[in-house]
């Protein structure tokens, strides 16, 4: 199995879990960075907008774009 390492501080949208059937528009992803590993396939993950760290399986990672503090959190604004 091939491991992947990725850059810290990139921008990650976590899978969430927690959307009720009648809310089935909301946003799917919580958008944060990328902050470390507890396994090989376990992410831990930052999520501004609530100010907290989840550890995830489910994540895609934006490689391009990093953590800047100058920009608004767009996570605020859902």
Do not use: E
């Not at 091939?2 to 958008?31: M, S, V, W």
């Not at 999520?47 to 608004?72: A, E, G, L």
Request: glycine residues 6%; contains cysteine.
């Amino acid at each position: 199995m091939l491991a992947y390492l990725y850059p810290f501080g990139c921008k990650a949208y976590a899978l969430n879990h927690d959307i009720l059937k009648r809310k089935k528009l909301q946003p799917r992803a919580l958008i944060g960075y990328f902050i470390g590993y507890d396994f090989t396939n376990v992410f831990r993950v930052w999520i501004p907008s609530k100010n907290k760290v989840i550890r995830t399986r489910d994540v895609q990672f934006d490689h391009t774009s990093f953590y800047d503090p100058y920009n608004i959190d767009i996570g605020y604004a859902l």
